[in-house]
């Protein structure tokens, strides 16, 4: 159950005696009971659902002491969870832990120097009135809006993702045709199951992937994007979600706009590397980049007027003013990709196939041909 909860009328996300607090010494308190209120006031500060209950905190009957914090319930009137299923709240039958939710960030996790430096930024952001936390709220919106509207669904296998890896980056003695080559086996490198990809890409041409079309594909290279890539694949498959290739430009422009932000701020321009891949492996700078330009309906060129703000150092900054959630909606674009091409390419050529007895197959031949056992 969520101890939080965003609020409505104040705009913001507070605990529970937070919000009473507030509610007391607010005019509405004379029209309407706390827990009426609540139940009208509050969305979840995940997915966003209303109709949430107080549930006060809990009272040692023996010791008279505190032995459990208030906290608010969301449940329907039949009294059945009514978060969305994919909801990290949601305690319902049928709850589904997707790849999609990662791409909530905390800006409260500050584990190095860059993330707290974000993190301050955020501060600075919030304390200046940039943005506030209904602008971290609406934009959660935007992002469950694409979700829960989005018609893409695949059904894959993990398999696909390394034969279609071997379809790009293979052994120079396989680059035609597989051969089977007995002294390899020896080396410290050798890997039967890159060998059992490599194998099949020969068998199943259809799932080369076409980089020069779309770059992203060539991340397949990154063994980070193949195992996330298979990660999706298992935990999201049959899943209604949306078509990521939906945000190409957004990301594009994000990603710029990152390394905008990294060249003005000199701890990120001194910790943080001049790159493509660094700035989009950085989620928090990612999340930060997302917001201002959202904020700023997707204009770099007002967004950047804002990072200006951020920038400014102000000792007397409340740094708790950060204790948000903030949201990545590009994360894990690349594997997004790859599996959107991935779906195309079976349902033109292999619907039918069983990539699991293939490649159980596969390497079980060539496990006796190069004497291994497995």
């Known amino acids: ?14 605990d529970a005696s937070q919000l009473e607090s507030l509610f007391n010494e607010h005019p509405i308190s004379n029209e309407i009971a706390f827990r009426d209120f609540v139940k009208v006031d509050i969305e979840c500060p995940a997915c966003n659902v209303t109709g949430g209950h107080y549930v006060r905190e809990g009272i040692s009957l023996t010791k008279g002491h505190k032995v459990k914090q208030a906290y608010f319930a969301f449940r329907d009137i039949e009294g059945n ?8 709240f949601y305690t319902g039958p049928g709850k589904q832990n997707l790849i999609s939710n990662e791409g909530r960030i905390d800006f409260r996790k500050s584990n190095s120097l860059i993330t707290r430096t974000i993190a301050r930024m955020v501060c600075n952001g919030i304390a200046k009135e940039v943005f506030t936390q209904e602008s971290i709220r609406n934009m959660r919106q935007w992002f469950l809006d694409l979700r829960q509207n989005g018609d893409f669904t695949f059904n894959l296998n993990p398999h696909m993702v390394g034969i279609s890896r071997a379809s790009i980056f293979r052994s120079e003695r396989n680059n035609t045709q597989y051969i089977v080559d007995p002294i ?11 060998e059992v990809y490599q194998s099949l890409y020969f068998k199943f041409p259809f799932l080369k992937l076409d980089y020069q079309k779309n770059n992203h594909l060539y ?31 957004k990301y594009e422009q994000a990603t710029q706009f990152s390394l905008y932000i990294r060249s003005q701020e000199p701890i990120l321009k001194t910790n943080l590397t001049y790159s493509i891949s660094a700035v989009r492996n950085n989620n928090h700078l990612m ?42 909606p590009f994360i894990h674009y690349s594997a997004w990709i790859i599996i959107k091409e991935l779906n195309s390419l079976q349902k033109l050529y292999g619907q039918h196939i069983d990539f699991d007895d293939e490649f159980n197959s596969e390497k079980a031949r060539l496990s006796k041909l190069y004497n291994i056992s497995i």
């Open 287 to 328: 999340a930060l980049s997302a917001l201002l330009l959202f904020i700023s309906e997707w204009d770099s060129t007002l967004a950047q007027e804002k990072v200006n703000l951020l920038l400014q150092n102000d000792s007397a900054i409340d740094l708790n003013a950060g204790n948000v959630i903030g949201l990545n």
């Open 219 to 249: 991340d397949i290279r990154l063994q980070s994007v193949i195992k996330k890539a298979k990660s999706i694949i298992l935990k999201d498959s049959n899943i209604i979600t949306f078509d990521r290739a939906i945000l190409k430009e």
């Open 184 to 194: 390899a086996s020896k080396n410290e490198w050798f890997d039967i199951d890159k």
């Open 1 to 14: 159950m969520p101890i939080t909860a965003y609020s409505k009328t104040f705009k913001r996300e507070l």
């Open 81 to 88: 969870d009514s978060h969305q299923p994919f909801c990290d």
